[in-house]
């Protein structure tokens, strides 16, 4: 009879247990862009996100159109020539960023990115800029784009 309940008390342990999961995000964290103190518009793109609970993991994808689509709606920041934009995500992280302006539907330019600051072309006219963002240990990686009117 001790032995049942002994059986027992483990099976509710890893029965409470399997219900625990860990708290995680399901997408990666937002964006924040400040051009010349100015606070930019930003949206997120395609993603791919893993979310990990105590006993498995998921992979969350999502996908969306290019930049210059997911761009449409958002409000154009003007700035001047040369400026710099710091890059900054919601839960203090620092992944890997890459940054490349659009031309329509195709990616262009790749821009300089250094220290989580991407350097704004000098050419005056607008520009939709994508951000690459990839996190370590296979974490996840998700696009970002904003617009801007270099003056």
């Known amino acids: 009879m001790k ?15 399997a219900g625990c999961t860990v ?6 964290p937002e964006t924040l862009v400040k051009i010349n103190g100015k606070k930019v518009e930003v949206v997120m793109g395609t993603y791919e996100w893993e979310q990990q609970s105590l006993f498995t993991n998921k992979r969350i994808v999502a996908d969306s159109g290019p930049p210059s689509q997911m ?8 700035v001047t020539p040369g400026s710099v934009a710091n890059i900054k995500f919601s839960d203090g992280s620092h992944p890997n960023i890459n940054a490349y ?9 790749q821009l300089q990115v250094k220290e989580d600051r991407i350097h704004i072309p ?16 296979g974490k996840g990686s998700a696009s970002y784009a904003f617009v801007i009117d270099v003056q």
Not at 10 to 17: G, K, M, N, P, V
Not at 23 to 28: A, Y
């Open 23 to 28: 708290e995680e995000r399901q997408k990666p």
């Open 122 to 137: 000098d050419e005056p006219r607008k520009y939709v800029v994508e951000i690459l963002a990839t996190w370590p240990k």
């Open 71 to 78: 761009v449409k709606d958002l409000k154009v920041i003007k």
């Open 3 to 17: 032995r049942i309940n002994y059986l027992l008390i483990i099976l509710l342990f890893f029965l409470a247990l």
């Open 101 to 109: 302006l659009w031309e329509g539907d195709k990616q262009g330019e």
